[in-house]
């Protein structure tokens, strides 16, 4: 007997000469919209030599057998050589390079470098030295744990304890470079009625992250169960008060209730007009 | 007179119904391949409406009339009538989508969902609530705060102070939502010989950094200055204690000096079996 409804698990790979990571990416979101299908997924990075071309190429081959489907394959080489002996195997190639590059390579008049793991910043770059600035400073002005040096800082979140200041903070430091301070609206600030001291000079760039009580409720409970902090009637207090703080004090600010990291940092980039377009 | 030398920046649209992150990822990565020439980007996120769509029509129309030129935009608009609107602009269009979905829809013989913002976890999935636990594991258990619940760790990093693991553990957090620690080696362990004595029951999960030298005492340099601590005879001193150590307590271990987070992480992930592929 057959079972028509046995779903089939389809191999994906995805081949890069470099850490593979934004094709990874790519990858995921194109495949959700295959969401009735199963797919399993291995990442072959570093793949810059033809040797290395040559053991990805027999493991795509190995799929292909076990399977009895050829493998999809998501690659990123930008080596024509290595490139060629990858797609000697039996599978369905998704170039996102040559795809692109070669299109533009007529439109922009120009050839293409053809140069091998530009996707990152590394060590020894300006880039990469104002990104590990941005993270350590974003460390240490997390949770208000400091008022210092908040001249500094290129943008500053406000919001109630647990409605997600910190990985916001920390997300734009790594991916823009950004130094992102965060400081907690706490009980004492809405009994004052006022933003904390060290905070208005900084308005320009502040914002605030406020949340559904239901939500933060629920977060704070697996952290502290049962406690005020964490009951539904203090969290409606504590966000009914950051908003009206926030309106009074003409505080851009967005729900993160329903957000990704991902959508609150593109909030947070384009209100504060913090992207930097050049390169 | 006619500079011949003039470089033409070209303008460069990331139009998205999502945040627009990963194809803005992936658009650097391919417009680095073109280092001769100089782009001006702009990223148009949240494009989910055909108001949205009718407004960032007009904005390439714009930059098409200043600049002389016509824009390039990357797009990955999944809704068809979005895109249509979008695509009436006189501009080079990279559909990241279409481009990729359709061959699938063949090789995998069904239709997709077409459907919008299935990018980034967002907040009331479990895969969102793993990822913001792993961040604050990671954050607690940074540079050895805590030497609790270290059995919780999927990876515990390892190296003297300064070598990469903060902004390592935070990615794999981040990226990956692995609960990643990182415990710092300190001439103190160096004159006992051997690892914290907390640290050798993990060792299976245990990687390590290292970093040259030189490297380590520029980096030490820009905090504490003229220190013995960043003095050059100290850095490798430490970096030849710490490497003697991985290689007597059979750490894998890797040198961060000219690499990338993104490359760091990747080797982690690879050499400790770390990925989860099924999804």
Known sequence: MTNLNKVTTRTVLIISDGTGITAETFCHAVLAQFDSLKFRQLRIPFVDTPEKAEEARIKIEMHRATDGFRPIVFSTLVNAEINAIVKRADAMFLDLFTTFVEPLETELGVQSTHSVGRFHHTADSAAYKNRIEAINYSLTHDDGQTTKDLEAADVILVGVSRSGKTPTSLYLAMQYGLKAAN?????????????????????????????????????????????????????????????????????????????????????????????????
């Open 183 to 279: 400081c907690p609206l706490i009980p004492e600030d809405f009994d004052r009625g006022v933003l904390p001291s060290w905070l208005p000079q900084h308005k320009h760039k502040i914002f605030g992250l406020t949340i559904s009580p239901e939500r933060l409720s629920e977060i704070r409970n697996e952290r502290r169960p049962n406690s005020k902090y964490a009951s539904i009637e203090n969290c409606r207090h504590e966000v009914k008060a950051a908003e009206e703080m926030m309106i009074r004090e003409n505080i851009t600010w967005l729900s993160s209730t329903t957000k990704s990291i991902e959508e609150i940092a593109t909030t947070v980039l384009q209100k504060l007009n913090l992207e930097k377009g050049h390169f």
